[in-house]
Structures are given as C-alpha cells and as structure tokens.
C-alpha cells in the first residue's frame, strides 16, 4: 500500500516541479496567437477554453491502454509501479507537452509533419506511414475492446455485430463532424463515468485496505517474461505512449494560450498515469497474486478483470458504473484516433477538409479497412500496437530533443527518455517472434549498436540543423517568431 500512496504522491508532485521546469525550459509565450485563432475554420481548429481541452485531451489519450497495459504489467508485481511513476514524469508527460507545445508553434502540425521539419523530409514519409498503421490498429482495437466489454455487460443481449456497428457509427460522427458538435459535448459526460470508474476503485482499495504488494524485485512475472524490454512495451499509455503524439495536435488547434499548455498536456499525462497506478493495484491484488492473475487473463483476458475488480470494490450497481467509464475510454480514444488519422492524411496530400464530401472522400476507406482488421485475432493486434506505440513516442521524443538543440535549450529532458526507448523498442522487434527472433543476448547487443548509431547521427543531422537556422516556428499566420 505504501508503495502505491508513495507513487501516486510522486505523480502529483511531479506536475508541480519537473512540469514547471520543462515548461521554464521550453519558455511560453503568452503574446503569442495560437492556431486556434489564426486558421480558425469552424472544423478542427477553433478555440475552446483549458477546463474543455483538458477534459478532451484526457478522454483523448487515455484509451484501454492505462487500464489493460497496467493490468497486464502487473505480472511484473510492483516493480510495474516503478515504470508508470519515472515514465510518466520523465517520459511520457515531457513527450506529450512538447508535442503540443511545437505543434502550437507550427500552426498545430501532426507528428509526420513535424518529423519532416526537424528529423529530414524521409522521416516525414517514415513516421506518416508510422502513423496512420498506429492509428488503424489503436481505432480498431479501441472497437473491438469496448465492444467485448460491453457485449458482456450485457450477458449477450446485443450480437457483438450490432455494437460494433453502433460503435463504428458513433465514430464515423465524430471523425466528420466539427469538434465542438460531439466530442465537445459528450466530454463531460463521458468525463464523470471515467472519474466513478478510477477513483470510485481507487477509493475502494485504500479504504479496505486491500493488499497492495510493496516494490520488491522478486517473484516477477510467472513465465519469466524479462522485464526489459517487455514490460516498457506492455504499459505504455499510464508510462509513455507514441499514440498520444497522434492526439495533442488535435487540441494544439483547439488551444486559446501557450500558458494553458501545461495542465493540458503536461498534467493530463499525469492524471493517466494515476488511472494506470489504481488498475495495475487493482489487478496486483484481488486475485492471489501474478499467478492467480495469470490465470485469469489466460481465461478472459484484461477485460474479465475489469469486470470483476469493480464489482469486487463497488458493487453490482457501482460495479456496472465502473465498467461503462472503462468503455468510455476506448470509445473517447478510437473516435479521435480517426479524427487525428484523418487530418494527418489530409495534411499529408494537403487536402482541404472545409467541406463534409473532403471528409468523406478520405474517412470511408479507412472505417472500411478498420472492420476488416476487427477480424484479426486481438492478442495479434495488440502485440503490433505495442511496438508501433513506442516506436512512435521514440520519434516524437527525438523530434522534441532537435528542438530544443536548434533552440540551444536544454535537449537532454526529452532525449534521454528517447534513447532508452529506441533501445526498449529495437531491442523487442529483434527478439519477439512478430520481429526477427533473435536470442535475448543477441537483441540486446544488436539494440544497442543500432541505438548508439542512430544517436550519432542525431547529432550529426542536429548540429547542421542548428547551423542552418531551421525555423522553430511557422511564419505562414505572419507572426513574429519567438522562440
């Protein structure tokens, strides 16, 4: 218990000290117009106040990822609280606040556009096909998962065929649709059943006084699954997320001052990792430890553990609450992963998306191919999503780091977190049977060798950057540039 309380501690003061100093190190600039002002079109961008972004930007980048991955993280025991407390200090909520913050300043760009301005025009072409793959497999895992759990909620009464549709429906909305029509409104409801479902099981847990595993080093994972590189890929949004590279965009366009950056992305990072914390708790132990665990997720997976924590701690009627607020995170993440998958595509053929029939035009294919990957086995796509995920954030922390060097700031904050991921990353496609197969030992020195070339030439391509005096910013609005 102590260990958990301790994490959760950690997190809030994180915010308040390291997310004041990345924001010192990447200085705002509260006089200058944001996006959301200056290409205002009544579609993606348009300004909305920081209570609404946060909310979004939340429900936005927090799917089944900070409930599933954490819950199969738990496996690990309590070294898994470990990973989601330093991550999402040092990693992931410096990912997400840079991305949004460079996205602010290049007139709300995604991540391949980005990649193209700071990392070279190849890694544009490299991270837009990056993309839009995560983005498929994060919308079409974000249907299937809400849709097996809302399917057992209700004993069968639905055929899994009709709720996907009904799921597929609500999406196709609110990828077309002008934000503020339906994510800006069905947020906040949406908001409350996520904060009954995390906070509602958290409270439970502290207040019976459930059995909360201490950090230890011992008895980990019960198939000697190593911890690295696996458990850095296993939870991944609570920890770092690439996926969420894909989302702040979708709100730097919607941001009214560079101040509100901060508790947008920077602190809504850490309110996942405080839902990551309370389900990986949750699953190290009402179920008699990593093998009873095990068991379980063997016969029903991650979602039969959500089913049966919450009733557990809150009660059939509570329980049943709790459960629709882990539905509501998939469904508030798939929406926005083809929202996001869109746009990113429409930036990329530089397609305007003014008028529905443009949103249409690139929308369709991608639901079409989305419901034929629904019928790929889960675990397959999981595993996938797993390495596309963090090979994403990699990209994206590297991109924030050539920033901050051509910026002569400091690019160790988001460098660091960088490299041990591209390590993590290669080290797991050289290993893992979807990759090479390579032995551990082998994988480990191939991923290293690969990692230390791949920062060399980081600082080759960074220094020539510098040198060249790469625009930090976007001059097509005709602000003057501040960075």
């Given amino acids: 218990m102590y260990t ?247 709100i730097s366009r919607t941001t009214e001052n560079e101040k509100n950056g901060r508790k947008i992305f920077y602190g809504m990072m850490i309110a996942e990792g405080i839902i990551a914390m309370i389900w990986a708790a949750a699953a190290m132990s009402l179920f008699g430890g990593s093998v009873g665990l095990n068991e379980l997720l063997a016969n029903g997976g991650p979602a039969a553990i959500v089913s049966e924590a919450s009733t557990l701690m809150l009660g059939a009627i509570g329980g049943t609450l709790a459960v629709l607020g882990v539905i509501v995170l998939p469904i508030t993440s798939g929406d926005t992963a083809f929202r996001s998958l869109r746009m990113i595509i429409a930036d990329y053929f530089n397609f305007s998306q003014k008028k529905v029939a443009s949103r249409l035009v690139i929308a369709l294919p991608l639901f079409v191919i989305s419901f034929a990957l629904t019928k790929i086995d889960f675990t397959l796509l999981w595993r996938y999503f797993s390495w596309a995920n963090q090979s994403t954030a990699v990209i994206a922390l590297f991109v924030g780091a050539m920033y901050l060097y051509i910026a002569k700031k400091n690019y160790w904050i988001p460098l660091l977190p960088g490299v041990f991921m591209l390590m993590a990353t290669t080290t797991y496609i050289l290993n893992a049977p979807i990759g090479f197969g390579m032995a551990l030992s082998s994988s480990y020195i191939g991923a290293a060798t690969i990692s230390v070339i791949l920062v060399a030439i980081f600082f080759i391509a960074a220094k020539k950057a510098r040198a060249n005096e790469i625009p930090l910013e976007d001059d097509i609005s005709g602000w003057k540039k501040t960075a």
């Fill in 4 to 250: 958990f309380l301790a994490g959760i501690a950690l997190l809030i003061i994180g915010y308040f000290t390291y997310g004041k100093f990345v924001e010192k190190v990447f200085g705002v600039n509260e006089a200058r117009t944001t996006p959301a002002f200056t290409h205002k079109d009544g579609v993606d961008y348009l300004p909305m106040n920081t209570k609404k972004n946060s909310l979004i930007q939340l429900l936005n980048i927090a799917g089944v990822g900070p409930i599933f991955g954490p819950i199969m993280g738990a496996l690990y025991g309590p070294v898994a609280f470990l990973w989601i407390v330093l991550g999402a200090i040092f990693a992931g909520a410096v990912h997400d606040y840079l991305t949004g913050m460079i996205s602010i300043r290049n007139r709300g760009a995604h991540l391949p556009e980005l990649a193209g301005k700071f990392l070279g025009k190849f890694m544009k072409h490299v991270v837009n096909a990056f993309a839009v793959l995560l983005l498929l497999l994060v919308g079409t895992v974000f249907v299937t998962a809400p849709a097996g759990l809302l399917h057992n909620l209700m004993n069968g009464w639905a055929s899994m065929g009709l709720i996907l549709g009904a799921i597929f429906v609500y999406y196709i909305l609110a990828t077309l649709l002008p934000i503020d029509k339906i994510i800006g409104r069905f947020y906040p409801v949406f908001g409350a059943l996520l904060l009954i479902s995390a906070f509602g099981v958290g409270g439970m847990l502290i207040f019976t006084g459930a059995p909360i595993p201490e950090l230890a080093f011992t008895n980990l994972h019960p198939d000697n699954a190593p911890i690295f590189p696996l458990l850095f890929l296993t939870i991944s949004c609570g920890a770092l997320s690439g996926f969420h590279a894909t989302q702040t965009p979708i």
